[in-house]
């Protein structure tokens, strides 16, 4: 592999980590708080297996870096200062309500559907076997996502209209989960990712009848952003990490 090809790779994969980490991370505060115990349980396990993806990533990272992967990944969560982060302004924005999680999860796993069944069929060994281990648990989180999605925008006034709240405010943001790196294009041409505007024409093929169907209506393409950018942290992202390290900051020597 050359060095301007691993180094994109390293890149993206760092990128997908990053996002998965802090969604997962967003998910875990809705611990004791979800609006019924039985989806108290179940969310709290959806946010696992994005932490354990991460945790997957930053190993494939660790690979590529030939670094040994015993304390990679505590050094990548625990260690590092905002500005090294990756992710996405869409997974780091604050939890909001209910409607708000369950949507951005659920438009979060379309998205990560289409990437895995993409990477899983590469020439690369360590892309291929991470998307099809990831891909199982998908097949669970995304009908559970969806049918909240549908649940929430056929049932009371009240719960629609906060979905088409959590929807409007999600929108603007998408590009920060659809743009690509800026040396991703080689990637791309190697064949292991699938060029950007194809994911996101295929994600909103998938979602856009889905969200109709569920009674809402699709924010305008004027209102999506092109401000948002993986080299800036969020608004919100500070206090997130902050929440997230507190423990290492406190018992440096232990992490």
Not at 171 to 181: A, K, N, V
Not at 193 to 217: F, N
Not at 223 to 229: A, C, G, L
Request: proline share 5%; with cysteine; net charge negative.
């Amino acid at each position: 592999m050359n060095l301007t090809l691993q180094t994109a790779l390293e890149h993206k994969v760092l990128a997908m980590a990053d996002d998965q980490l802090i969604l997962g991370h967003r998910n875990a505060e809705w611990c004791g708080h979800a609006p019924i115990l039985e989806e108290d349980v179940t969310f709290a396990n959806i946010a696992l297996d994005e932490i354990a993806h991460a945790i997957s990533w930053y190993g494939l990272l660790a690979e590529l870096r030939g670094e040994t992967n015993d304390h990679f990944a505590n050094r990548m969560i625990y260690q590092r200062p905002a500005a090294d982060f990756r992710s996405s302004a869409f997974v780091e924005l604050a939890r909001g309500d209910w409607s708000f999680s369950m949507l951005r999860q659920y438009l979060f796993d379309v998205m990560e559907t289409l990437l895995l069944d993409h990477l899983e069929k590469t020439d690369h060994k360590g892309l291929a076997h991470l998307a099809t281990k990831m891909k199982v648990d998908e097949y669970y989180h995304h009908p559970h996502t969806a049918a909240w999605v549908t649940h929430l925008g056929k049932s009371a006034p009240e719960n629609k209209e906060r979905l088409q709240s959590a929807l409007d405010l999600l929108w603007p943001h998408l590009d920060s989960l659809f743009d690509p790196l800026p040396d991703e294009a080689v990637i791309v041409k190697a064949g292991w990712m699938p060029p950007a505007d194809q994911l996101r024409r295929d994600w909103l093929a998938r979602v856009i009848p889905h969200l109709k169907e569920s009674g809402l209506h699709i924010p305008t393409s004027d209102s999506i952003s092109t401000k948002p950018s993986r080299q800036s942290r969020s608004v919100d992202f500070d206090a997130l990490l902050t929440s997230l390290q507190a423990m290492a900051r406190l018992f440096p020597a232990v992490w």
